[in-house]
């Protein structure tokens, strides 16, 4: 069955350390993928989107991602967080005509 | 560009009453999408439309949930009788490619939270 898995539940990370988020999906076929972000009380923003050429994706907010086939991963990174980063960021896939979405990463920033 | 407005953001009802939700999606997008978000969770379909067509409703409850997109732009979702369990967050998306076309790219709304007593 198709899926999208994000293995950490929670991350906390201190104001202007790096931060990674991890991804990995399960398709027949490379799917589209996509990092959102939600903020409390918020719907969803689109971070970045990764659909075909340079593995290595620019977004906004200063994220990028990496995409690997070879380890059927999509990881976001950011070289340092901000307080503003902490949100709930959510990992999606696009395959058969439907978005699948992970369960979610919180991620908690520490002064 | 406005985004995808969706109202209300917020809606406590007690179980077995009836609830509706609107969406307005960006001007000019054909396709409509309403998720649901459980607590904990990330959004899953529950109903896709193409214009005014429904393109996939496999995961909406039918017997108490029903969506319509009338005229082909905005669209409601209703929940008759709701239960505790429908307790979420309702997400409306909106997209500019066909249904499964290529560069397919979502844009969310900021949600209703609805919490069923």
């Known amino acids: 069955a198709q899926s999208v898995t994000q293995p950490d539940i929670h991350i906390t990370v201190s104001e202007g350390a790096s931060l990674e988020l991890r991804c990995n999906y399960s398709y027949g076929a490379t799917p589209y993928l996509f990092w959102y972000v939600q903020s409390p009380g918020q719907g969803l923003q689109l971070l970045l989107k990764y659909f075909s050429g340079d593995t290595l994706v620019q977004g906004i907010k200063g994220f990028e991602a990496e995409f690997k086939r070879s380890q059927s991963s999509f990881n976001l990174r950011k070289p340092s967080v901000h307080w503003s980063d902490a949100a709930e960021y959510f990992c999606?896939?696009?395959?058969?005509?439907?978005?699948?979405f992970g369960a979610g990463t919180t991620v908690t920033v520490r002064a | 560009e406005a985004g995808v407005a969706q109202s209300p953001r917020y809606k406590i009802i007690e179980k077995r009453q009836s609830v509706a939700f609107w969406c307005n999606p960006i001007s000019g997008h054909a396709t409509l999408y309403w998720y649901q978000q459980i607590l904990g969770q990330g959004p899953k379909l529950l109903i896709q439309?193409?214009?005014?067509?429904?393109?996939?409703d496999s995961q909406l409850p039918k017997d108490r949930f029903s969506a319509e997109r009338l005229k082909g732009v905005d669209s409601t979702l209703k929940i008759q009788p709701a239960k505790l369990e429908d307790s979420a967050v309702y997400l409306c998306?909106?997209?500019?490619?066909?249904?499964?076309?290529?560069?397919?790219?979502?844009?969310f709304g900021p949600g209703t939270r609805l919490l069923v007593l």
């Open positions: 439309f193409q214009n005014n067509g429904v393109v996939d």
């Open positions: 998306a909106s997209s500019s490619q066909l249904a499964g076309g290529r560069q397919e790219t979502q844009y």
């Open positions: 999606a896939a696009l395959g058969d005509y439907k978005l699948s």
